[in-house]
T-cell receptor, first 117, second 112 residues
Framework: GAVVSQHPSWVICKSGTSVKIECRSL??????MFWYRQFPKQSLMLMAT?????????EQGVEKDKFLINHASLTLSTLTVTSAHPEDSSFYIC?????????????FGDGTRLSIL | QQPVQSPQAVILREGEDAVINCSSS?????VHWYRQKHGEAPVFLMI?????EQKGHDKISASFNEKKQQSSLYLTASQLSYSGTYFC?????????????FGQGTILTVHP
């Protein structure tokens, strides 16, 4: 149980294009979803928190207009990296949680490796 | 503020034990532990809530000392499958609705 599917697994694209990453909870309803960025051999840095049906809450330093998050249903959240540039290259991971209480575990997707040329 | 994990890395032979520590400068509401293998998603291990508790399943257990703002993860009789990076995540403050902040990770390598 508690499976989170993230798609695509990896993407390579040219600078200036926009990339959409999907995060789906397959066997549970995710009230809250999280988007993280992870650099090689480093920790998971929270980018934003999204609750179904409401606007995402972004962490300090994360550009809202660059990283668009939509959490339209209890099973799907998307992250769109707009006008991507080489510095946006990274490993992006989503996680999903039942409810808004942090006593519940977060279940992670397999991540998306984004490379911008 | 990010919790601090120690050690940064540990190398074991199969069957040996290890302890990974997680320390915070803030009062903690809960501590989460995850394991991530290279190129894969972090996998949930356990959550410990304030009130001071210990948990465990199989040969992996953890403790949480809220007074010291510390948690420790204990791996006994390690197996090859235990290799990976272990992250603690902490929720600070007096509410259960705080966000999870991850430590920098501890790389565990188990050799045959």
């Amino acid at each position: 149980g508690a499976v989170v599917s993230q798609h695509p697994s990896w993407v390579i694209c040219k600078s200036g294009t926009s990339v959409k990453i999907e995060c789906r909870s397959l066997d549970f309803q995710a009230t809250t979803m999280f988007w993280y960025r992870q650099f090689p051999k480093q920790s998971l840095m929270l980018m934003a928190t999204s609750n179904e049906g409401s606007k995402a809450t972004y962490e300090q330093g994360v550009e809202k207009d660059k990283f668009l998050i939509n959490h339209a249903s209890l099973t799907l959240s998307t992250l769109t990296v707009t006008s991507a540039h080489p510095e946006d290259s990274s490993f992006y991971i989503c996680s999903a949680r039942v409810g808004q209480n942090s006593n519940q575990p977060q279940h992670f997707g397999d991540g998306t490796r984004l490379s911008i040329l | 503020q990010q919790p601090v994990q120690s050690p940064q890395a540990v190398i074991l032979r199969e069957g040996e034990d290890a302890v990974i520590n997680c320390s915070s400068s803030k009062a903690l509401y809960s501590v989460h532990w995850y394991r991530q293998k290279h190129g894969e998603a972090p996998v949930f291990l356990m959550i410990l809530l304030k009130g001071g508790e210990q948990k465990g399943h199989d040969k992996i257990s953890a403790s949480f000392n809220e007074k010291k703002q510390q948690s420790s993860l204990y791996l006994t009789a390690s197996q090859l499958s235990y290799s990976g990076t272990y992250f603690c995540g902490t929720v600070s403050g007096g509410t259960s609705y705080g966000k999870l902040t991850f430590g920098q990770g501890t790389i565990l390598t188990v050799h045959p």
